[in-house]
């Protein structure tokens, strides 16, 4: 067999294997380039040059950097902002929505902006009393377009871009994909309104996930009843400066307030045993007690807490104790700290019982309400002798917008975004230098930046670079590409475009679009080399063919995360989808070639 013939094999069963879906998308990725070895069509170096080359690189880097924008609370505020501000109108929701999610995908892309914002948006219609379904494939379509904005919106940009510099030497500009991608959005956006009502399927989910908006207020219900939990600061001016913690009893005033904690203000346990300025008292106990206790001390209540719990320095943590813990046998009480030195027990509640406010021993069972800094959250309730109820990261994103890393964190973006505009450094320069700074200045740690890999989408890149070196180097695109043109004959480079862009985007339905990327781009250089059009063109109608991956649930992550909450079925995506897909074609073949003539 000629080196053609086996690379078009390869590819017939590459393809084959990502419709057939019953083979993880690493292993076909992987299985093709190693058979591309084993049949000498590459040598080693091409075999595993993906994994060091500088596309991965780059999308990696954004991974942490999409990882880093969520965990500093952007995208909470980002939905806060979206409750506001759309009130009960269907139409200010969608365009709001929308335009959040387009936004948020040009910088942390497709699969990511939908997984930090699918949360809220489900909360959100359940709070407007609307079905999930009417918001979440709008909202998917939406990333869709606005993976096109910037060069950060998808990987398929970053391979459309690094297609360009090998073959003419200029790449494509930061914005330029905005301008095809600002009419995507705004047509998406219109169809949804016009049409999305008649069109958009009407579906129960099964389960919805958990709202953790309200977490402090009904956690206080929970083991609090009538009491109020409050964080009084102690000014320097106060009479508490200088007494013994222990001067104050259960019964101050008279009435029923617990001293529960003393805390620093970052919410770390204090260590001293008299009060000092700056200090945090937490309290329990009726809102008049507690605000009569704070005027007689001179005390200031902290505005910035949800009910004594959450703020953006600390939060709590509910964990169960297991059986056959090492806590059973042992003694808790409100106001204990825990081995760690890290954590307060604000309550201790046995099962089927009222929350105890004394001494009490722990049974297998047990609830502990748990508080402190974030990061100490995150390191000591992973432990086997207790189940944590919800992740304090979870409740930390949901309910904590702009958290103490959000300055950093944006300033970080901003340089980033900055660099790749202005091409100082080449791109995965910029991005690994983003993501290092955002571990160096603590908005992720490195065990949150290794979480942040989507490895199968990084493996996938690397295992299909040798694909589509192969199909270059072998003339596999050349022949397929001559194929294609004797198929459109004389029809011109229009027909030939409308040829590109149907089996782009037939393909983009049935495997990864950044596989499909992968496969097409050597060939439709080669469509523009025979052809003599614009290869900026041919590439322009790839990414936008590439991006709609709109008729079924498997076309991209995105696509399917919004499965299961909206309740959608595998059929339900191709009748909006089809509307929305002819858009895109209308803009990869009518609007492509006014930016970038198929001519020059």
Known sequence: MTDVSITLLVLVMVIAAFVWNRLPVEVVALGAALALYGTGI???EDTFAGFGSGTVVLIAALFVVAEAIDAAGVTTWLGSLLIRFSGTSRARLMVLMMVLTALLTALISVNGAVAALLPMVVVLAVRLGRQPSELLMPMAFAAHAGSLLILTGSPVNILILNAALETTGTGIGFFEFGLVGLPLLAGTIG????????????RTPEALPKDLGSHGRTLMTHYLGDDRLSRLTIPAGSGLVGQPVDCIHNDDDGGHLHLISVQQRDGKPATSTVFEA???????????LIDAFAVKHGLTQDDDATCGLISSSYGVAEVVVAPRSNLVGTEAYPGMVTASGTL?????QHPGEQESTGRSPITAGDRLLLQGTWSALDQHTVDHNVLLVDSPDTIRRQTVPLGPRATPALIVVGIMVILLATNLVPAPVAALLAALAMVVLRVVTVQQAHRS?????????????????????????????????????????LLLMVGIFVVTAVLGQLISNTATALIIIPIALSVAQESSINPYAVLMCVSVASSAALLTPVATPAN???????????????????VIMALYAAVAILLVPVFWPLHT
């Open 42 to 44: 590459v040598g080693l």
């Open 191 to 202: 169809l949804t309104l016009w049409l999305g009502p008649s069109l958009l399927p009407n």
């Open 278 to 288: 700056g200090n945090d008292v937490v309290v329990r106990g009726g809102q008049p």
């Open 344 to 348: 307060v027990v604000l309550a201790h």
């Open 453 to 493: 890999m989507a490895w199968t989408t990084l493996i996938l890149v690397a295992g299909m670079i040798p694909v589509s070196t192969a199909i270059t180097s072998t003339g596999t695109a050349e022949i397929l590409a001559e194929g294609m043109v004797s198929v459109v004959g004389n029809s011109g480079p």
């Open 560 to 578: 399917m995360m919004i499965m299961q909450p909206a309740g959608y079925r595998f059929g339900d995506y191709w009748q909006f989808g089809l």
